[in-house]
């Protein structure tokens, strides 16, 4: 317990135990008296001892009602409690502790005896103490080290989030037929993966995924297009079957790329769901898409989801070699292609919010029309 000197607060009516109880301890600790609970009471507002030694039986205020205000007290109730009394039945004990003494010993006592109940009891103190101490330190420590993880979290978030868009206006620059396409189709997407989450639909598949993380992942699904010559991709008119078969390379390139990226950096979770988005989002349900051909289920939900955000995009867009289609004409394409080309599901998922998606095309138009960027 160290070298420094406790104080012990000895509380009786009767003088001669009042002096043999200070005799016994004065050698070990600093011992005050007092001759009655009340005065007691007085002084614990002023000064907290270690500990108090308190005869039951005392005018007045007696020591079991002496307690019940030292244990109402918040600022009083840690302090342990001995009580010294003659009395050795049973019963007197059992109060004594269920009222919230530490110990109960009787009178005459031993004074070594009483000694080491008080040592043992400051000892208990002390690891409790302790224990607090560790446990206030351990709850900053946590506090600090939480704070920690979210300031590294909003960097990598950061660092995340200007790499996608820095790529993302790469492309868009090469392909400026296409200009705005990735903001677009990314705010169909969270339509999309609103409207599932509402209906409860692959209900399993979407709970393990980070949607927000998925979201911005999704601005590097036409990454490969970096790829792809100028003259194919800003050709003035319909492309030639070769010139098809090469742009129709930019999903794999693109999945290359994300690879590449990936070799260099541990925060891989958002290169995953941009992957998926490159490699997969001009697959077909019927199986005729590309670049691997899946058919079906095999073709990942994000990517079937972004199948949809995609085309609907590329019908409601001018092209130098046609004009964008209405939101009707749009919407009745794509349910023309349900089960061909696009998951049957969601293809009734997307016709559930097709005034959603009109209505975010119509904002897009506006912002473009004005110069309004919506970074």
């Known amino acids: 317990m160290g070298s420094e000197r406790r104080t012990i607060l000895l509380v009786d009516d009767d003088l001669t135990n009042l002096t043999v109880g200070r005799n016994a301890l004065e050698e070990q600790y600093d011992v005050l008296t007092l001759n009655s609970g009340a005065r007691l009471i007085k002084m614990l507002a002023r000064s907290v001892p270690d500990l108090i030694l308190l005869d039951v039986e005392m005018p007045e205020m007696n020591g079991y009602e002496t307690i019940k205000a030292i244990k109402g007290d918040p600022a009083t109730a840690g302090i342990p409690v001995i009580f010294l009394t003659a009395k050795s039945d049973g019963q007197s004990e059992l109060e004594g502790l269920s009222l919230g003494a530490v110990d109960y010993i009787t009178k005459p006592f031993s004074a070594p005896l009483l000694l080491k109940r008080i040592e043992l009891h400051l000892l208990v103190e002390s690891q409790k103490k302790e224990l607090s101490d560790q446990k206030d330190e351990l709850v900053r420590f946590n506090t600090n080290l939480r704070g920690m993880v979210e ?13 996608l868009r820095t790529m ?13 396409h990735i903001e677009r189709t990314q705010s169909y997407l969270e339509t999309l993966l609103n409207a599932m989450e509402r209906k409860g639909l692959y209900k399993e598949e ?5 949607i927000p993380l998925a979201l911005r992942s999704a601005q590097l ?39 590449k990226i990936k070799e260099g950096t541990t925060e891989q979770a958002f290169l995953e769901y941009a992957k ?45 070699y046609k004009k964008a289609f209405s939101h009707e004409d749009a919407v009745r394409i794509i349910m023309e292609g349900r089960g061909t080309h696009f998951d049957p599901a969601l293809t009734d998922l997307f016709m559930s919010v097709a005034d959603e998606f009109g209505a975010v095309a119509a904002r897009h138009k506006s912002e473009a029309a004005k110069g309004v960027s919506r970074e």
């Not at 993302?168 to 705005?180: F, K, P, S």
């Not at 979407?206 to 980070?210: G, L, N, T």
């Not at 989002?281 to 994000?302: C, F, N, Q, R, T």
């Open 206 to 210: 979407m709970a393990v995924w980070d």
């Open 276 to 320: 998926i988005f490159a490699l997969t989002h001009h697959e077909k349900w019927d199986g005729s898409g590309y670049p691997a051909g899946l058919k079906g289920e095999e073709i990942p939900l994000l990517g079937r989801l972004m199948a949809i955000a995609d085309v609907y995009d590329a019908l409601c867009s001018d092209r130098p």
């Open 168 to 180: 993302a206006e790469l492309v868009e620059c090469r392909d400026d037929i296409t200009g705005g």
């Open 221 to 259: 699904h036409d990454v490969g297009k970096i790829a792809v010559k100028d003259s194919i991709l800003n050709k003035p008119g319909r492309l030639t079957p070769e010139e098809f078969e090469e742009i129709k390379k930019h999903t794999a390139f693109g999945g290359m790329v994300i690879d």
């Open 151 to 163: 300031a590294k979290t909003k960097t990598v978030i950061e660092l995340q989030d200007a790499l």
